[in-house]
T-cell receptor, first 109, second 112 residues
Framework: GDSVTQMEGPVTLSEEAFLTINCTYT??????LFWYVQYPGEGLQLLLK?????DKGSNKGFEATYRKETTSFHLEKGSVQVSDSAVYFC????????FGAGTRLTVKP | DVKVTQSSRYLVKRTGEKVFLECVQD?????MFWYRQDPGLGLRLIYF???????EKGDIPEGYSVSREKKERFSLILESASTNQTSMYLC???????????FGSGTRLTVV
């Protein structure tokens, strides 16, 4: 069945560091891919999405490119801020929605 | 903006109690979902509903039931709460067509 695998956390970075959170997927069809963010004490919010191969989703300085050849959708940000501290979930929709296990990011000043 | 409202942020219940978690959305979404979120396991789908009075089992339905009597409300029921149901519960909704889900803020349930 469909599945999402993302890098285990926690990830701790200093402010202004470069961020990469890896995400790979397995799907039988042509899924849409998503990154959700969960700030402390809140539900999940859609961060960005891509619906077909080679699409790049971007929002709030975060980017991810849908790579069909490597079945990947890695999340990147060039310069993280303390306010980016959260849990990040990679997800796909094919026949239904599947989530990765989540990666906790802590950014220190 | 779509709002998905979960009635409680924190709940503490005793083993064996019947527990109701309520979720209401205000944008006429057809689909509604209940997930539980556990460290290292991500989100796992418990039940979902594509229409009023319609329900489908997700990946981990055991020990849970649901009710959808009105389009805007989707209730998760723990018939007899157990300690292994201590978790964060997230409700979500979406239109029938289109991939965008909107999540509620979550209910952290502790069963003692």
């Amino acid at each position: 069945g469909d599945s999402v695998t993302q890098m285990e956390g926690p990830v701790t970075l200093s402010e202004e560091a470069f961020l990469t959170i890896n995400c790979t997927y397995t799907a039988t069809g042509y899924p849409s891919l998503f990154w959700y963010v969960q700030y402390p004490g809140e539900g999940l919010q859609l961060l960005l999405k891509a619906t077909k191969a080679d699409d790049k989703g971007s929002n709030k300085g975060f980017e991810a490119t849908y790579r069909k050849e490597t079945t990947s959708f890695h999340l990147e940000k060039g310069s993280v801020q303390v306010s980016d501290s959260a849990v990040y979930f990679c997800a796909l929709i094919d026949n239904d929605m599947r989530f990765g296990a989540g990666t906790r990011l802590t950014v220190k000043p | 903006d779509v709002k998905v409202t979960q009635s409680s942020r924190y709940l503490v219940k005793r083993t064996g109690e019947k527990v109701f978690l309520e979720c209401v959305q205000d944008m006429d979404h057809e689909n509604m979902f209940w997930y539980r979120q556990d460290p290292g396991l991500g989100l796992r789908l418990i039940y979902f509903s594509y229409d009023v009075k319609m329900k489908e089992k997700g990946d981990i339905p055991e020990g849970y039931s649901v009710s959808r009597e009105k389009k805007e409300r989707f209730s998760l029921i723990l018939e007899s709460a157990s300690t292994n149901q201590t978790s964060m519960y997230l409700c979500a909704s979406s239109f029938a067509v289109g991939p965008r889900y909107t999540f509620g803020s979550g209910t952290r349930l502790t069963v003692v």
